[in-house]
T-cell receptor, first 119, second 112 residues
Framework: EDKVVQSPLSLVVHEGDTVTLNCSYEVTNFRSLLWYKQEKKAPTFLFMLTSSGIEKKSGRLSSILDKKELFSILNITATQTGDSAIYLCAVGSLVGGLLPGGSQGNLIFGKGTKLSVKP | KAGVTQTPRYLIKTRGQQVTLSCSPISGHRSVSWYQQTPGQGLQFLFEYFSETQRNKGNFPGRFSGRQFSNSRSEMNVSTLELGDSALYLC???????????FGQGTRLTVV
């Protein structure tokens, strides 16, 4: 059965700390790994990773994928209180292989890591 | 450009009723997926529509159904509501195969 496991489930840090969030997966027909930040309702897109070893960066956030070991990490440096949120990892899978005409397939989500940044 | 729009934002229904939720994807996006989010189970995939055809389906009972119209707007229907159907229902749209999915604000459904 396909699964995505995130760790830790929750984390409390102080402003200025650096955090590393982990995501491991076992998914057939892997297409991509995505990170989202969810503060209230809609998860907001952070990164999409498809190739191993290529770091993606956006400000203080960065992420990398290891397709051999089947995991990804999300790093946040110099954390701020505004970084407090649930961080979701999702793996894009094409059930049944590539479908004609293209398809998003489905995203298999981990349970998320709840990050709390204290002032 | 406008994001993914879901309506209504909040809904309260009683057991046994049915409900229809609506999702308008980002303009030009042909793929629409639906997810159920609960505190215990996290985000779970319901189904995906692409060009009016259901492409993928998650492990939900037949009471959950959906459709997509020619303008890519999608509706999700849940019949014979149960208390356990109370959840945040999220819709996501994407442009291309395996591309990033953009989520709407969700519909908070409460079944009493």
């Amino acid at each position: 059965e396909d699964k995505v496991v995130q760790s830790p489930l929750s984390l409390v840090v102080h402003e200025g700390d650096t955090v590393t969030l982990n995501c491991s997966y076992e998914v057939t027909n892997f297409r991509s790994l995505l990170w989202y930040k969810q503060e209230k309702k809609a998860p907001t897109f952070l990164f999409m990773l498809t190739s191993s070893g290529i770091e993606k960066k956006s400000g203080r956030l960065s992420s990398i994928l290891d397709k051999k070991e089947l995991f990804s990490i999300l790093n946040i440096t110099a954390t701020q209180t505004g970084d407090s949120a649930i961080y979701l990892c999702a793996v894009g899978s094409l059930v049944g292989g590539l479908l004609p005409g293209g398809s998003q397939g489905n995203l298999i989500f981990g349970k998320g890591t709840k990050l709390s940044v204290k002032p | 450009k406008a994001g993914v729009t879901q309506t209504p934002r909040y809904l309260i229904k009683t057991r046994g009723q049915q409900v229809t939720l609506s999702c308008s994807p980002i303009s030009g996006h042909r793929s629409v997926s639906w997810y159920q989010q609960t505190p215990g189970q996290g985000l779970q995939f319901l189904f995906e529509y692409f060009s009016e055809t259901q492409r993928n389906k998650g492990n939900f009972p037949g009471r959950f159904s959906g459709r997509q119209f020619s303008n890519s707007r999608s509706e999700m229907n849940v019949s014979t509501l149960e208390l356990g159907d109370s959840a945040l229902y999220l819709c996501a749209s994407s442009l291309r195969t395996g591309g990033e999915a953009f989520f709407g604000q969700g519909t908070r459904l409460t079944v009493v």
